[in-house]
């Protein structure tokens, strides 16, 4: 009487694993595929505190196909500085967003990209590759002037970069079903540092 009900759990406990497994392969295989942040460096100037940092694995194949086809997008940039206290609360003392916003003109067969950190006029290039560095790299950006900051204080720089939501016509969201696929938002990336 008992065997039939043994045989029964186990089955029922190999298909509750193939879906378990089923659910976190993906899941696992995106993981690996997730933007980071690299290369985070900080400098100065005679005045300022600055940073520069790249993003990488940011562009899908669905993202670029999506910039091809003329669809702006828009990378924003978290960029935060904590005074750190040794204790739970630390104090904010620089929060930064900046954007960068990539067109693809199919007329002119060029790309350009707005940096809103950088200048008020868009760089012109003519290759994607191209427009994806300009888009990921971040380079003198400016945190806030070195007066602000205590000699022997301990600070704390968190960065993240997001990819922001895409705003389309009523008409091509059932055209562009992958929109939602074309997300991504890292992971805060943490630089301890004493000035």
């Known amino acids: ?90 104090k904010k003392i620089s929060d930064i967003e900046i954007k960068s916003t990539l067109k693809y003109n199919s007329l002119k067969k060029n790309f350009s990209i707005l940096r809103s950190w950088k200048n008020k006029d868009a760089v012109i290039v003519q290759s994607l590759e191209k427009a994806k560095s300009l888009m990921t790299q971040i380079n003198n950006l400016k945190i806030l002037p070195l007066n602000q900051l205590v000699k022997g204080e301990k600070y704390q720089l968190r960065i993240k970069a997001k990819l922001d939501k895409v705003t389309l016509p009523l008409s091509m969201h059932t055209v562009l079903f992958f929109v939602s696929f074309w997300d991504f938002e890292t992971n805060w990336y943490i630089i301890n540092f004493t000035y």
């Open 1 to 90: 009487m008992r065997e039939p009900f043994v045989h029964r759990t186990n089955i029922l406990l190999i298909i509750a694993l193939s879906v378990a497994l089923s659910f976190l392969l993906p899941a696992m295989t995106l993981a690996k595929k997730n933007a980071v942040i690299e290369n985070i460096k900080l400098a100065n100037t005679r005045d300022d505190l600055l940073t520069y940092f790249d993003v990488k694995k940011a562009f899908t194949p669905k993202i670029s196909q999506a910039i091809l086809n003329g669809i702006p997008t828009t990378f924003s940039f978290y960029v935060t500085l904590y005074k750190t206290q040794g204790s739970w609360f630390d």
